[in-house]
Nanobody
Framework: QVQLVESGGGLVQAGGSLRLSCAASGRTSSILNMAWFRQAPGKEREFVATITWSVSRTSYADSVKGRFTISRDNAKNTVFLQMNSLKPEDTAVYYC????????????WGQGTQVTVSS
């Protein structure tokens, strides 16, 4: 497993931008994919975006396509989520997750960072 630490959350007005970061440590050479999930109050956790560690292939939830961009800096073992045109419905705790080579699920999680979008 790896240890993940998110940062960059905060309060922003609708239409604004935020950039989240997720720093990985530990067995980073065994990372297969990294992803962002989010959980709003009273709702289940949902997938936001994912990126493969080797070739940077990306995938997004329909709700964030065209507004959010996931990227990574392998040299710094860090994944980013650039969030533009934020909406109040984007308000949630955002979690970073990692899937390791040889596994089929995300089994390393960060502690989460709060994103609040005011209308």
């Amino acid at each position: 497993q790896v240890q993940l630490v998110e940062s960059g959350g905060g309060l922003v007005q609708a239409g604004g931008s935020l950039r989240l970061s997720c720093a990985a440590s530990g067995r980073t050479s065994s990372i297969l994919n990294m992803a962002w999930f989010r959980q709003a109050p009273g709702k289940e956790r949902e997938f936001v975006a994912t990126i493969t560690w080797s070739v940077s292939r990306t995938s997004y939830a329909d709700s964030v396509k065209g507004r959010f961009t996931i990227s990574r800096d392998n040299a710094k073992n860090t994944v980013f989520l650039q969030m533009n045109s934020l909406k109040p419905e984007d308000t949630a705790v955002y979690y970073c997750a990692a899937a390791m080579v040889g596994t089929a699920e995300y089994n390393s999680w960060g502690q989460g960072t709060q994103v609040t979008v005011s209308s």
